[in-house]
């Protein structure tokens, strides 16, 4: 299973007041495959979603339709009767042929927008696997239901903040992919108080969960590449020292140094992997001091 269709699974079948599940009904049809005076219906690959559509359809408007399977594995709610279709479509607010914006007046009440959401999201959203990158997405229809969707989406930030004691703006942003509008969020951050506000909890403590494993991780590289690093500039450090001393030990500079110095360029030579701060240590110098020290043998 997707991890799109586990959130949507764990998004669906909530208990909610009649407001609601109108709302979120409105969403799915607005959202959905298609939504005018002759035609209500959705296509999903996730048979929870239709399943979620078809019990709405008869809890708020009393009406039964079946869900078909098509060849494709997909899952189809259709709205056959067009008189049906119709008075549910003025009863949205609806007597234009097509919708193409929004009826606010169906979201008065706080929590209807939050259901709103839940709808369009399950008809028409998607979510990417934070294991592999983070990205929450609802295409629409047209440019402005998506701009509707985007003014719902800071309603219902505002909302969850005031609700909890917090301040986490949704960071949501619009965008065009071959002439379809979509909602898209892009940080971990905001996608987690979407997921909270979706009542998604297992997978929002599953993203937290993931991004504490990547912070881990990254850091655990970054202290390796550090520590490689390091240990790259140590042995090179070593190797300048080692050809300088048997340099002048060849050419008999070396007694000409200073017998402090011999000492520490000895130690240094029979112990390459010896750090300056080591060979601080064992002279009791500070470790610039001793890097003072041993360039002088490299003139
Ligand atoms: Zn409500």
Redesign the pocket.
């Known amino acids: 299973m997707s991890y799109a269709s586990e959130v949507k699974k764990e998004i669906v079948g909530q208990e909610s007041?009649g407001?609601?599940k109108f709302?979120q009904l409105y969403a799915m049809m607005l959202f959905g495959h298609c939504f005018s005076l002759k035609e209500i219906g959705i296509l999903t690959k996730h048979k929870a979603v239709a399943e979620e559509y078809s019990r709405l359809l008869f809890e708020v408007f009393g009406v039964s339709v079946p869900i078909i399977t098509t060849k494709g594995g997909r899952y189809s709610v259709y709205l056959e009767n067009k008189r049906t279709c119709t008075g549910i479509y003025n009863c949205c607010g609806y007597s234009r042929p097509i919708a193409t914006t929004i009826n606010f007046e169906n979201l008065e009440?706080d929590?209807?927008k939050i259901?709103f959401i839940k709808g369009a999201f399950l008809t028409s959203g998607t979510i990417t696997n934070p294991e592999k990158s983070y990205h929450f997405e609802i295409s629409s229809v047209c440019d402005s239901i998506a701009k509707g969707l985007l003014s719902v989406f800071r309603e219902c930030s505002d909302i969850y903040n005031k609700e909890n004691f917090i301040d986490h703006e949704i960071y949501a942003k619009l965008g065009n992919r071959k002439g379809i509008p979509f909602l898209y969020i892009k940080d971990s951050q905001s996608i987690e108080t979407m997921l909270a506000l979706l009542g998604a909890d297992i997978a929002a403590i599953q993203l937290i969960r993931t991004k504490i494993g990547k912070d881990i991780k990254n850091n655990v590289i970054r202290k390796t590449n550090l520590d490689i690093a390091n240990i790259g500039r140590t042995a090179d450090a070593s190797g300048k020292y080692t050809e300088a001393i048997k340099r002048k030990l060849a050419d008999g500079s070396f007694k000409n140094l200073s017998p402090s110095l011999q000492e520490l360029a000895m130690l240094k030579y029979e112990n390459p992997e010896m750090t300056l701060n080591d060979l601080a240590k064992k002279f009791n110098l500070t470790r610039s001091a001793v890097n003072y020290r041993l360039n002088k043998l490299l003139k």
């Open positions: 007041e407001c609601c709302a009440n929590c209807c259901a």
